[in-house]
């Protein structure tokens, strides 16, 4: 960066809202319109076997396609972010989601449905992920990075499952087809303002991040080097250290007992109990409310409490929810079911946050690449259970079995998450890492 540039960013404009602000907003509608996609397959695994005749299996197997790629691609997306621009990389991101919901109308081959929903709305929704909530939450803020994140995170969550009851309507009323026109419109909506509005760095904008003190703030490097390089070296940095791997496992099951078991599964297993897929859907979107609510409190919170101890209440409240949700499913909503659509919207991706700082605090400059590689995982995860219980539905002809194994799985997610702190043989291993200022104790 010039003198001159430094000198303009540590003069900030004077404005009523700081510039961090509208990035943020332009951010949570990107994540918002990126995410539309996730969600839908629940709401059309059904209407998909009607016409087709597909097994709940292959279908699950695209959309396990899709979330293996939607972690895969996150930390070389974070990397690409520093190398090419954010600009770039989110406004491919949402084309690519556009073009895989709307040409996945043409579909007549259940090898063409692992195209367009795995390997290109994989892809896109995978440049979208939550590395850029990270990233938009590391660079232009100091202070309420915690909450910024919590919003980013709910914004990308709740788009999935707000999202579900036009798409179960149109499905059920019009043809699955409109619906994932719908999909594709939400995605490209958000293109231009992400071309207007978002810039890399505070510093583009001749602003501090929020937050940031003039006196004492330093802008940190520009990222050099290849990204792909750059990606694999924070996956080989972070493996040396055992908190990378209680986190990854647990952000795997994270994304089991959400978008794979939930997410995917929650509207098949309600029509199973002869619910129908409008009100399963309406459910769902009730938990993506919620989800709001919950994910920019836990922000909140995580700004003023040890992560680890957060991310055991969040597992050990899932856990139970899982455990009695085979019960709750009827034909009809019982209050019951209105309670577990509290409690799970709460905790729907509640975990985000608290393991974004973790990450962050942990590995320092490396954080934002390690949480993608997390978040891989998180997906990962999602992509067994979305696949494993298909088949368990398949086999066992009802999903209960598949509840209960992620409830046991939230027991261990709640226990690695204790053990998810630096030790240290890892500060003495990394000393020239720039730290975050929050502390885990």
Known sequence: MSPRSAERARTPRRSRIHPAWWVAVVAFLALLGAAGF???PGALLVPLHHEFGW?????????SINLVLYGLVAPFAAALMDRLGMRQVVSGALSLVALGAGGSVLMTASWQLLVFWGLLIGTGTGAMALVFAATIA??????RRGLVMGVLTAGAATGQLVILPPVAALAESVGWRAASLVIAGSALVAVPLVWWIIRDHPEDRGVLPYGADPQRYSAPPRAVGGAFRRAVEGLAFAARHRAFWALAVAFAICGATTNGLVGIHFIPSAHDHG???TTAAGLLAAVGVFDIAGTIASGWLTDKFDPRKLLVAYYAFRGVGLLVLPWLLADQ???????????????WVATVPPTATLCRTIFGARGTIVFGWVFTAHQLGAAAAAFGA??????????????????ALCVVAAALSIVARESRRDRRSAPDVARSPVTVR
């Not at 097994?55 to 959309?63: E, Y």
């Not at 590391?138 to 202070?143: L, S």
């Open 38 to 40: 996730r969600g839908a």
């Open 55 to 63: 097994s709940t299996s292959v279908m699950s197997l695209a959309v």
């Open 138 to 143: 590391n660079r232009w803020f100091v202070a």
């Open 275 to 277: 619910m129908p897929a």
């Open 333 to 347: 909503v019982p209050p019951s079911m209105i309670l577990f659509v509290v409690v799970y919207g709460l905790d």
């Open 390 to 407: 298909g088949v368990v539905r398949d086999v066992f002809d009802t999903y209960t079995y598949a509840w209960w194994g992620g409830a």
